[in-house]
């Protein structure tokens, strides 16, 4: 349920999504320019999800790393938002 949560705040989503089709890890800096939020506010949104056991990190150097934890979250990311898709353009919903 927690996981959830945390997915229904846009901006941890946009990190999320990120994250998760990128198809690499990226740092605080990068992330803060694609969901366009300082860089403190994105730290603070990847502790979070850190924390909750959604990414992992690599150091290296003074850099840290996030990258999504698993192929479950990936895909679940992927159906949050192709439901929010059908349902602002009013595409057919699948069975």
Excluded: C
């Excluded at 679940?76 to 898709?85: F, Q, T």
Aim: net charge positive; hydrophobic share 45%; charged share 25%.
């Amino acid at each position: 349920m927690d996981t959830l949560r945390l997915l229904a705040d846009p901006t941890r989503l946009m990190l999320l999504w990120a994250l998760a089709t990128s198809g690499e890890e990226l740092d605080v800096t990068a992330l803060a320019a694609i969901a366009s939020v300082a860089r403190p506010g994105v730290s603070q949104h990847l502790a979070k999800l850190r924390l909750a056991g959604l990414g992992d990190t690599r150091k290296e150097g003074h850099r840290v790393f996030y990258r999504v934890r698993g192929g479950h979250l990936k895909r679940v990311i992927a159906e949050a938002l192709n439901h929010a898709d059908h349902m602002i353009t009013g595409a057919p919903v699948h069975d």
